[in-house]
């Protein structure tokens, strides 16, 4: 009995060192995504089919139209926000850039998921994505980014 009660204190004087998370503003996760010629990412819900259709447009470019990056954020304000994409390409032996943006409203302690989509002329002026960054903007403030390894 006394060897529980010293361990449970023994737990209960370590938590008590871990400090608290706090909520902070940044960018939890960012899926890219590429679309085929009707806008699609899949031709069905499940996941499995899914990342099979994303292999197949990935090895045949003809058939994308566009990527879509989606993003999931979390933020303190709850003011409006601006989300940001960024990338860097390869056409014809040249670097290439693009950009998207949307406009973003939190609602406070959750989680949220914003696509974020270049498709269409600039996603053909960028040709092959080598790299993304994507950032959360308050006004001129930097909040939260996420980038590709290859920024």
């Not at 939190?106 to 790299?131: C, D, F, S």
Request: aromatic share 8%; hydrophobic share 40%; net charge positive.
């Amino acid at each position: 009995m006394r060897l529980v009660a010293f361990r449970t204190l023994l737990v209960l004087a370590l938590m008590s060192g871990v400090p608290a998370r706090a909520a902070t503003d940044r960018i939890i996760k960012v899926l890219p995504q590429f679309l085929d010629l009707k806008g699609r990412n899949s031709v069905s819900p499940s996941l499995y089919d899914r990342d099979a259709y994303q292999a197949r447009l990935r090895h045949h470019p003809e058939n994308c139209s566009g990527m879509e990056f989606q993003v999931q954020w979390r933020a303190k304000s709850s003011s409006d926000l601006k989300m940001k994409l960024e990338v860097r390409g390869s056409k014809d032996g040249q670097s290439t850039t693009g950009s998207s943006e949307a406009l973003v409203r939190h609602v406070r302690g959750l989680n949220k998921w914003t696509p974020l989509v270049l498709k269409g002329a600039p996603y053909e002026q960028v040709g092959e994505i080598i790299a993304w960054r994507v950032s959360l903007w308050d006004g001129e403030k930097l909040l939260a980014e996420q980038k590709s390894f290859l920024w």
